[in-house]
């Protein structure tokens, strides 16, 4: 199916508009009237080899209804449905309200209750190990699409205070990407406000398939609790094997901009970029030319106010709530309980950047002294796992809470903060653990790690600035830059991979200047071990300890590891400064900061294999 226009593309409506389809959905199973599970192949919304031509002066899309509405250069707002071998070219623009992709505008798998509105778990027709059937059913996904923009660039934006601008797909529930091919991306905007833009998704999270599953989980024996496992599984969003390419820009044109902005990912829950793919016991390789990777060139300026940077403003785990886990934690055991772990932690595999003196800024916001983390690759990153991604050709990056030239913020899972129930799925799982061992790693499992993963400056080197908001006072202000790290809560670092020979592995290359108001350094600004009370409510784990041998065991597990990683300054050397307050924290000092070559402020943290070349 080919659809070519001769100067110019053009579809508008007031809630869904798409280049090729306005909405898509799925047929619902009283509709259908069969009590077999064998009509799901018939029941999702299919769009497959379709070409679209948006002409010599490009494609416009556009949804105007301002209550809320949805603009994709292909689909408007897919909910369960198979893509396949779609492409979009000469794309000028895509605008909506609440959600615009340069592909999708809202893309994502329904819930259970959309095909049939009963509770599946209590319908006799479909057994609970049909679930696995099922969620194939409600799955949405693309595979080998593409869009490509005019030689000038296209635009998406959205102009809703919340809104969601992606390169591809504005909001991503549940949604799942491969083989996908973006260029010619000139900008992505959203509002500075609470708005989220990536270069290739807005926002991303697990849906809430199983939220309807009420009191019949308690029910269910062992197998059905693992298919239904399987499910949870099925819901993380997930985007493998993707090309990402920004066209040149002027200084001054910022690429991704709004109030959570990252080059790749604006905002993202629980999500996997290649990881799962790599991982799976059928693609497992030592060979990185055989792995899914993820690319991203011509990145210049990114811009956020709460979280920026080079690939992701903000990385958390996911709401396991959502999901419907909360539901099923009191009766899993500990294998099963890690597993769902596993599906709520973001994980990211063979995904590195190219920029083009790559520019990362939080700006913060008036008012609050503890928003605005920035970071090369990622501005706050909690619980994350990362690997063999890295980020080139960095300028500066600049955050008025953390500021690191790979992330901003490392943050472990934690019970204590609001807005995600890793806290319950922590809680849960540390209390079913009676094996000390197996406690510590689950604790480390959630304190994240990156490994083999470097941040590059520019020839003339990388600036890492952290500074406060204008109008914000400095005497109520904390703030933290680091050569590659901000600041960093537990956690583990190790880039042995690129060693070359000289024994140590490298995390930071061409750095010329950190500075900071409370404290920096060259690879690290604050580094901290975390504590039983950020994690375990109530400081029960320590509950279960009997010996001296065994609380070490455990407070190994908040131990802030760093091997391998070096830090390279341009030729003649880098310096570290900080601005300093004078006031009093939790590390007792009461001078005007502190400044390290390596690290400004490390609190039980382990250091190996790592030297700083040169300070200046």
């Known amino acids: 199916n080919g659809i070519a226009a001769g100067e110019e593309g053009a579809g508008q409506a007031k809630e869904y508009a798409g280049g090729l389809l306005g909405e898509g959905t799925m047929s619902r199973m009283t509709a259908v009237l069969n009590e077999t599970l064998g009509v799901a192949d018939y029941m999702r919304f299919e769009l497959k080899d379709a070409a679209l031509d948006g002409g010599t002066t490009g494609l416009n899309v556009k949804a105007t209804d301002t209550k809320g509405s949805y603009a994709g250069g292909a689909i408007g707002h897919g909910t369960g449905g198979e893509v396949r071998r779609v492409s979009v070219a000469n794309l000028a623009s895509v605008d909506a309200v609440t959600a615009a992709g340069g592909f999708g505008g809202y893309f994502g798998s329904g819930k259970f209750a959309d095909v049939g509105g009963v509770n599946l778990l209590g319908l006799t027709l479909i057994r609970i190990d049909g679930l696995l059937s099922l969620g194939a059913m409600i799955e949405t996904f693309t595979?080998?699409?593409?869009?490509?923009?005019?030689?000038?660039?296209?635009?998406?934006?959205?102009?809703?205070?919340?809104?969601?601008?992606?390169?591809?797909?504005?909001?991503?529930?549940?949604?799942?990407?491969?083989?996908?091919?973006?260029?010619?991306?000139?900008?992505?905007?959203?509002?500075?406000?609470?708005?989220?833009?990536?270069?290739?998704?807005?926002?991303?999270?697990?849906?809430?398939?199983?939220?309807?599953?009420?009191?019949n989980v308690k029910a269910l024996d062992a197998v059905a609790i693992t298919n239904l496992l399987g499910v949870i599984s099925a819901l993380r969003p997930e985007f493998n094997q993707t090309n990402l390419s920004y066209i040149p820009v002027n200084a001054e044109e910022i690429q991704v901009q709004a109030d959570m902005a990252g080059g790749f990912i604006g905002d993202g829950e629980a999500v996997d970029i290649n990881y799962g793919t790599n991982h799976s016991k059928t693609t497992e390789t030592e060979d990185s030319s055989a792995k899914t990777a993820t690319t991203i060139t011509g990145l210049s300026k990114v811009d956020g106010e709460t979280y920026a940077g080079g690939f992701?403003?903000?990385?958390?785990?996911?709401?396991?709530?959502?999901?419907?886990?909360?539901?099923?934690?009191?009766?899993?055991?500990?294998?099963?309980?890690?597993?769902?772990?596993?599906?709520?932690?973001?994980?990211?595999?063979?995904?590195?950047?190219?920029?083009?003196?790559?520019?990362?800024?939080?700006?913060?916001?008036?008012?609050?002294?503890?928003?605005?983390?920035?970071?090369?690759?990622?501005?706050y990153g909690k619980a994350i796992i990362i690997e063999n991604s890295d980020v080139e050709e960095v300028a500066s990056v600049t955050g008025t809470y953390h500021a690191g030239g790979y992330i901003g913020l490392m943050r472990s899972g934690s019970a204590v903060d609001a807005g995600d129930d890793t806290g319950a799925l922590l809680n849960s799982v540390l209390g079913k653990i009676a094996n000390l061992n197996d406690l510590a790693g689950v604790l480390q499992a959630a304190s994240g790690k990156i490994t083999n993963s470097k941040v590059s400056g520019v020839a003339g080197g990388m600036v890492v600035s952290e500074t406060v908001r204008s109008g914000n006072d400095e005497k109520t202000a904390n703030g933290y830059a680091g050569g590659y790290v901000g600041e960093m809560q537990s956690g583990y670092i190790n880039n042995r991979a690129n060693e070359s020979g000289t024994g140590k592995g490298t995390?930071?290359?061409?750095?010329?200047?950190?500075?900071?108001?409370?404290?920096?350094?060259?690879?690290?600004?604050?580094?901290?071990?975390?504590?039983?009370?950020?994690?375990?409510?109530?400081?029960?784990?320590?509950?279960?300890?009997?010996?001296?041998?065994?609380?070490?065991?455990?407070?190994?597990?908040?131990?802030?590891?760093?091997?391998?990683?070096?830090?390279?300054?341009?030729?003649?050397?880098?310096?570290?400064?900080?601005?300093?307050?004078?006031?009093?924290?939790?590390?007792?000092?009461?001078?005007?900061?502190?400044?390290?070559?390596?690290?400004?402020?490390?609190?039980?943290?382990?250091?190996?294999?790592?030297?700083?070349?040169?300070?200046?």
């Open 312 to 379: 992701a403003g903000r990385l958390i785990p996911g709401d396991v709530a959502q999901t419907g886990s909360v539901k099923l934690l009191g009766l899993l055991n500990v294998t099963q309980l890690l597993s769902v772990m596993d599906v709520a932690y973001p994980r990211i595999s063979e995904s590195s950047i190219t920029g083009e003196n790559l520019a990362v800024t939080a700006a913060g916001k008036t008012g609050n002294t503890e928003v605005g983390d920035a970071g090369g690759y990622i501005g």
């Open 507 to 616: 995390a930071v290359e061409n750095l010329k200047e950190v500075n900071g108001l409370r404290y920096a350094g060259g690879f690290g600004g604050l580094v901290k071990a975390g504590s039983v009370a950020e994690v375990a409510e109530n400081s029960s784990l320590l509950g279960q300890v009997a010996d001296i041998t065994g609380l070490l065991t455990i407070l190994n597990a908040f131990v802030p590891v760093i091997e391998h990683a070096s830090v390279r300054s341009v030729e003649k050397g880098f310096t570290v400064t900080v601005t300093g307050t004078y006031q009093k924290d939790e590390t007792h000092d009461t001078d005007t900061g502190s400044a390290g070559g390596f690290i400004g402020c490390g609190k039980g943290v382990q250091i190996r294999s790592s030297d700083v070349d040169k300070l200046k």
């Open 143 to 215: 595979r080998d699409c593409s869009v490509a923009g005019l030689n000038t660039g296209y635009t998406v934006t959205t102009s809703a205070d919340e809104g969601m601008s992606g390169g591809f797909i504005g909001e991503c529930i549940s949604g799942r990407t491969g083989g996908t091919n973006v260029t010619n991306l000139k900008s992505v905007t959203a509002s500075m406000k609470g708005g989220k833009a990536g270069g290739l998704i807005g926002y991303a999270k697990a849906g809430d398939a199983l939220a309807a599953a009420g009191e």
